[in-house]
Nanobody, 124 residues
């Protein structure tokens, strides 16, 4: 079983910064791509940023230049550094990991796991 746990959310004033973390735990797995998504009240979940196992990153246009995604493969942890926060960044932020399960019978690729979400609130 693979679990993702986010931390680092909170309340911050516009222009401030927050750093989110996503720790992946479990046994007999390897992590492929990872990403951060967010969902504001009344809106659909949207992609914020992704990072491959090799470190290639991709960002939503709305966060380019302000957010930075990174990962520490040795710690199975992903981060999202959020700077110059705006009220429109307010949302529940979820981490996602595409995982390969390393079973005795073989490897199962492409399993998708989500964290429970962490609230980010930016006041104006």
């Amino acid at each position: 079983q693979v679990q993702l746990v986010e931390s680092g959310g909170g309340l911050v004033q516009a222009g401030g910064s927050l750093r989110l973390s996503c720790a992946v735990s479990g046994s007999r797995f390897s992590i492929d791509a990872m990403g951060w998504y967010r969902q504001a009240p009344g809106k659909q979940r949207e992609l914020v940023a992704t990072i491959t196992s090799g470190g290639t990153t991709n960002y939503a246009d709305s966060v380019k230049g302000r957010f930075a995604i990174s990962r520490d493969n040795a710690k199975n942890t992903m981060y999202l550094q959020m700077n110059s926060l705006k009220p429109e960044d307010t949302a529940v932020y979820y981490c996602n990991a595409e995982v390969s399960l390393l079973l005795v019978a073989g490897t199962i690729r492409g399993r998708d796991y989500w964290g429970q979400g962490t609230q980010v609130t930016v006041s104006s």
